[in-house]
């Protein structure tokens, strides 16, 4: 997944630092999920970095969306001195979009609103796509959930966000 592959760039390119993983993402969870169990799954470590990659699984509700992201996000910068990275979504299959463009721009703007860096796979996957790439290629189960492949996209963005 994108952040293990992202911690094994960090240790190549880094030799004499560490860096520990917490995962605490759920499979199928909402941002509005998130924000239920933010201080379990994340606060209580006090953590130096947050990837907030939050959008792929809704809620489909946009304003309940941006209301939920902006809580997680406040609840962060109050309670930690974590820098936080927002992470785009990968591109998912049209049939399966519903709201994702919109979720996408909510980030953008609540990470320009909050001073967070982003990074931006959702732009990359956008071109891959309308340079005629078949992004189904890079998606483990065909319409949502990146590969391997897919994933180090992600990993690649977090070495280099835009601020």
């Known amino acids: 997944v994108y952040h293990e592959q992202f911690r094994l760039m960090l240790a190549e ?65 109050g309670k930690t001195e974590a820098e936080i990275v927002v992470i785009t979504p990968n591109l998912i299959l049209d049939e399966a979009m519903g709201t994702l463009e919109e979720r996408v721009e909510v980030m953008l703007d609540c990470a320009q609103k909050y001073h967070l860096a982003v990074a931006h796979q959702y732009a990359l996957w956008k071109v891959l796509k309308q340079s005629g790439f078949n992004i189904r290629m890079l998606l483990s189960n065909g319409l949502n959930h990146p590969n391997a492949f897919g994933h180090s996209i992600a990993a690649l963005k977090l070495l280099k966000p835009m601020g």
């Open 13 to 77: 390119r880094y030799e004499r630092i560490s860096a520990s993983v917490i995962n605490s993402g759920v499979s199928g969870d909402t941002v509005s999920g998130m924000l239920k169990r933010l201080e379990r799954d994340l606060l209580r470590y006090d953590p130096n970095l947050v990837l907030l990659h939050a959008s792929l699984n809704g809620p489909e509700d946009v304003d309940v969306y941006a209301r939920d992201l902006e809580e997680i996000i406040l609840r962060i910068q």
